[in-house]
């Protein structure tokens, strides 16, 4: 167990609608990542929050919003949701930021999002 | 730009055999390289980290900044190897400072 927590597992939903994926980090950590993984496209980084603040952005969709709440834990917000959005969504966590020996990034087990 | 390759998409060898995950980076800094494993669809789990030098599960991993690569030797491969293996960059400056970059993967086939 990573201590990354992710909710729901799985969820199954329609074209054109909204979902939200939860992310509680480990105890103690202040940064969070979001990812996608997808068969076709490997695994894309979309966003990082760090302790409240936006960090990084990578791949992520206009569709796509994401924020960190004072508690630290993290919400994925998936809009206009299309058929090519199944994927596995992972979040992950880490003490800080960038180049020091301490900032392991710890996954979560995923959240399985389907779109029919 | 930090661009983590990972040319095999797909590696099969036999069990006792020796195994090479190929990863190559371009960084414009120092980088600090892992690499990660994921069995049957569940999460990332860090296998190792290039800092620590360390062996995990009979893995190694030495960093060569002349050739720009970080591949993942193991002598001798068993079947429950058989996983999706990830290099992964993090970067250390910049607007992009603690993204973790990822290779597009290779699975890993171990046969009896």
């Known amino acids: 167990d990573s201590g990354v927590t992710q909710t729901p597992k799985h969820l199954i939903t329609a074209t054109g609608q909204r979902v939200t994926l939860r992310c509680s980090p480990r105890?103690?950590?202040?940064?969070v990542y979001w990812y996608q993984q997808s068969l076709d496209q490997g695994l894309q980084f979309l966003i990082q929050?760090?302790?409240?603040?936006?960090?990084a952005k990578g791949n992520i969709l206009e569709r796509f919003s994401a924020q960190q709440f004072p508690d630290l834990h993290s919400e994925l917000n998936l809009s206009s949701l299309e058929l090519g959005d199944s994927a596995l969504y992972f979040c992950?966590?880490?003490?800080?930021?960038?180049?020091?020996?301490?900032?392991?990034?710890?996954f979560g087990e995923g959240s399985w999002l389907t779109v029919v | 730009a930090q661009r983590v390759t990972q040319p095999e998409k797909l590696l099969s060898v036999f069990k006792g055999a020796p195994v090479e995950l190929k990863c190559n980076y371009s960084?414009?800094?120092?980088?600090?390289l892992f690499w990660y494993v994921q069995y049957s669809r569940q999460r990332l789990q860090l296998l190792l980290r290039?800092?620590s030098r360390e062996s995990i599960k009979g893995f190694t991993a030495d960093l060569n900044k002349g050739e720009t690569s970080f591949h993942l030797k193991k002598p001798f491969a068993q079947e429950e190897d058989s996983a999706m293996y990830y290099c992964?960059?993090?970067?250390?400056?910049?607007?992009?400072?603690?993204?973790?970059?990822f290779g597009q993967g290779t699975i890993l086939t171990v046969h009896p």
């Open positions: 105890s103690g950590d202040l940064s």
């Open positions: 960084y414009s800094g120092s980088p600090e």
């Open positions: 929050y760090y302790n409240g603040e936006e960090r």
């Open positions: 992950a966590s880490s003490v800080g930021l960038g180049q020091f020996a301490g900032n392991t990034i710890y």
């Open positions: 992964a960059l993090i970067s250390a400056g910049g607007t992009s400072y603690g993204k973790l970059t």
């Open positions: 290039h800092i």
